[in-house]
């Protein structure tokens, strides 16, 4: 039995209109944070922590759905390219890893929807194929925001601890470009504190 998405439509319109579009990778981010809800309870009582290991659109759902932003510090990216959003709240300790599974996508993609986005993308699509591209996106689209949300991802343990909260850390001087850095930030190489860009311009291995 399919499971639609929770959300009022003038809430996902607003969720749209923050990220700027409709696409498959926003309704991801949409039920990602639905999940999260569902499963550790209502924001209001959480201490809401998100990881994510993708920078694609579903992370702006996610921001306007949890509130978790990189300027609090309780939104972190794991440069991993998966599909996968780890939530943790503090206050209980619990958790979990949902990682999108694939069946979906591969049943509406396969090698047509492929092929399209990379005419599409490339400028060298015809309108009819325009056309079928812009179908096959809505299709997907719909099955992401009807899927039961066990069905569309597989849900895991938690391997790693809870995040510390976020510090607030002192700024040193870069000795090169003179630029103040988060201390977390610098290296020490030849004696002196350096910013990361300088760093890589010295300590360059090719």
Known sequence: MRMPCSYDPPLINRI????????????????ASELALVKLGKLESLDLVSIVETDMCAVDAIQFLTGCTFGKGNLIHRDHGKMAFNFYDRKSGRGFRALLRSEIQESIMGTEMRTLM??????????????????????LQY????????????????ETPVPKATRILENLRCEDCGEMTMESRTRRFDNKTLCIPCFNKIEQKI
């Open 16 to 31: 749209i209109a923050f990220h700027g579009h409709f696409c498959p990778g926003l309704a991801i981010g949409i039920r």
């Open 118 to 139: 990379k005419k599409v993308t490339g400028g060298n699509a015809a309108p009819e194929e325009i056309s079928r591209y812009e179908n096959l996106r809505s299709e």
């Open 143 to 158: 099955q992401y925001m009807t899927a039961d949300l066990e069905n569309l991802f597989e849900i895991q343990d938690l």
